[in-house]
């Protein structure tokens, strides 16, 4: 069966539910052989060291280039990086500095750079009306006046995001602070970055093509690769590990997990540290958002080896019906390092909907049919992007509810805004809950069919339009994203 004919089918057969296989992380395939399907993801053999990407600080400079990449081990294939290889380099920055990175474009075509959860002047946002002509450069310059916190950066012009994300430009941006600092967290080898992609190949290229089938449920990719390569491991010290993990998928989500029954202490998400660590065995990450993780990996024997792996989490949508592993840790010694988990770890206000100015519902579900296409399109209360047209002013420094209705959708949205952070009040239907990844500041949220989401937030003072959109890429490409004036 085609790739192409199973997304089609998977449509009309969400109710079905496949039984008789559990979750196993040894990389057995036979549902999917049952399935025999080409977009199901193929498990390597975990035998290549995890790459890591290299650190800028102080600011510096980006090449958008073409450049090639071992993404599959001993093959050779094109992407576009920020840096040789991919992914971009890892900006490191101190909260109150100022960090100048300046762009160049040796693509051939426009592109920028959106700093995804930084609270940035509007001309510094990457809003997709401002970017670079093939050849042309952009100068950033921006001031880190937030809290410490797993960010990251990637293209933003409309209509071609999702390809040259896909492609391979993409990159985390860490903030540090004072708070942060003084809990001692796991830091130099004992502090991994985990960039999680699904790639679709054809031979040994990358295949960007999504058809239409595809634009509804986003492109997903047989091959999962972390930190710009296909299974991996990594040799780890049986003690505290910190894995700052970020979803930069196009549409794929991870119900993250470990074997040998190792928990995972969440101590922040997107916007930085939770107030308290929170202890769970499995969490959905959906395109965009992350997870700041402390893993301790000594309740294992030395020699374990140890998967970093997706379990199944929903048998109704085509995403959500497969278990598989995303890369292998090698429990290879014992740990110099002493750690224990502080019991407090941030001061967070907490916003209350008592100080809203007001609420605004975004209907997310509604397909409309703009062009005459035989899909229809998807969109944000019945209208999808157009660069110039304001949808939304807000006041600088008040404080508004804003809800994400998805009850009546079948697909899933991760709803991200710029220039802010929310937190989140309630989820109505599907989970029904506010799950312990989202108990501190975030700028992205997984709104599933039959969910209806409400955030709080409080504008910043910078002035000016921003966006907000679905992050499954393919949505925000099809135009499922919205300009907000800040006055
Ligand atoms: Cu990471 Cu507007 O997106
Ligand atoms: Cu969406």
Redesign the pocket.
């Known amino acids: 069966m085609k790739r192409r004919d199973f997304i089609k089918r998977s449509g009309m057969s969400a109710l079905t539910v496949w039984g008789g296989s559990s979750f196993l992380f040894s990389g057995c395939h036979t549902e999917e052989d049952m399935i025999g399907e080409s977009n199901w993801i193929v498990e390597g053999s975990f035998d290549r060291a995890l790459p890591l990407p290299s650190s800028l600080t102080g600011g510096g400079s980006l090449n958008a280039q073409f450049s090639t990449s071992e993404i599959l081990k001993g093959k050779v294939t094109t992407t576009l990086s920020y840096a040789e290889g991919q992914p971009g380099p890892v900006i490191r920055a101190n909260k109150g500095e100022t960090v100048n990175i300046n762009l160049t474009n040796h693509l051939s075509e426009e592109t920028n750079i959106?700093w995804?959860?930084l609270v940035l002047p509007e001309d510094m946002d990457?809003h997709p009306r401002d970017v670079a002509a093939a050849g042309g450069s952009l100068p950033y310059s921006l001031p880190i006046i937030q809290r410490a916190g797993t960010y990251?950066y990637?293209p933003?012009p409309h209509g071609a995001?999702a390809r040259q994300v896909f492609m391979g430009l993409a990159g985390l941006f860490i903030v540090s602070d004072e708070e942060e600092t003084r809990l001692n967290l796991p830091q130099g080898e004992y502090e991994i970055p985990l960039i999680i992609q699904d790639k679709h190949f054809e031979g040994n290229s990358l295949d960007y093509s999504p058809n239409e089938d595809e634009m509804m449920t986003g492109y997903l990719g047989e091959h999962v690769i972390v930190n710009g390569a296909y299974a991996p491991f990594q040799n780890v010290a049986a003690g505290w590990y910190r894995l700052r993990m970020l979803n930069g998928s196009t549409a794929r989500v991870y119900n993250l997990t470990f074997s040998h029954g190792i928990r995972m202490n969440i101590i922040g998400s997107d916007g930085g540290l939770l107030r308290s660590s929170q202890e769970v065995s499995s969490i959905l990450l959906g395109p965009?958002e992350r997870l700041d993780v402390l893993v301790d990996f000594s309740s294992v024997t030395i020699g374990s080896e140890v998967y970093l792996a997706s379990s199944k989490f929903s048998t109704y949508h085509p995403q959500g019906r497969q278990s598989f592993n995303l890369m292998k840790f090698k429990v290879e010694r014992r740990s110099e390092f002493q750690f224990s988990l502080p019991s407090q770890l941030s001061d967070i206000p907490v916003l209350n909907d008592n100080n809203a100015l007001m609420t605004r519902t975004f209907d997310i579900s509604a397909m409309i049919n703009a062009s005459g296409g035989s899909m229809g399109r998807h969109s944000i209360n019945g209208k999808t992007f157009e660069t110039e047209r304001i949808d939304e002013t807000v006041q600088a420094d008040s404080t508004e509810v804003w809800v994400f209705d998805n009850m009546a959708g079948d697909e899933i949205h991760p709803m991200?805004i710029?220039g802010v952070q929310f937190q989140i009040l309630e989820r109505i239907g599907g989970r029904n809950e506010v799950t312990p990844a989202e108990t501190g500041w975030k700028d992205?949220v997984l709104v599933m069919p039959g969910e209806k989401v409400k955030v709080i937030m409080t504008f910043p003072q910078y002035t000016g339009v921003f966006?907000?959109?679905c992050?499954n890429l393919e949505h925000?490409d099809d135009g499922m994203?919205l300009n907000y004036k800040i006055a």
């Open positions: 959106h995804h959860g990457g990251w990637h933003h995001t965009g991200h710029h992205t966006v907000f959109h992050h925000e994203m």
